[in-house]
């Protein structure tokens, strides 16, 4: 069964850090573009950052561009989200999702497996 597993979400201050974990089973993850989507409460799910099967080139949204870094590990199936100097802003449910290419992070339907998303808090 296919399956994305999103994990390492969590409470916590402003100005911390957090990895999140994007975990897949059922099938690999090396020949899928990546990324990483997230919603808050009452707003429209936006794209955060999406990282390329080929060249592993990476993309992000200003807000999150110089605090957030996607990544993968082949060998554990597997795409993280190191995210640092976190602000309340960045609370929201954070998704991850496979698509073909980084075409645009705009383009939720372009993408075709989800994750049940993990919660990130940030607060005092």
């Known amino acids: 069964q296919v399956q994305l597993v999103e994990s390492g979400g969590g409470l916590v201050q402003p100005g911390g850090s957090l990895r999140l974990s994007c975990a897949a089973s059922?099938?690999?993850?090396?020949?899928?573009?990546i990324g990483w989507f997230r919603q808050a409460p009452g707003k429209e799910r936006e794209g955060v950052s999406c990282?390329?099967?080929?060249?592993?080139?990476?993309y992000y949204a200003d807000s999150v561009k110089g605090r957030f870094t996607i990544s993968r590990d082949n060998a554990k199936n597997t795409v993280y989200l190191q995210m640092n100097s976190l602000k309340p802003e960045d609370t929201a449910v954070y998704y991850c999702?496979?698509?073909?290419?980084?075409?645009?992070?705009?383009?939720?339907?372009?993408?075709?497996?989800w994750g049940q998303g993990t919660q990130v808090t940030v607060s005092s």
């Open positions: 999702a496979t698509t073909n290419y980084c075409s645009g992070l705009s383009r939720l339907y372009e993408y075709h497996y």
């Open positions: 059922g099938f690999t993850l090396d020949y899928y573009a």
């Open positions: 990282i390329s099967s080929s060249d592993g080139s990476t």
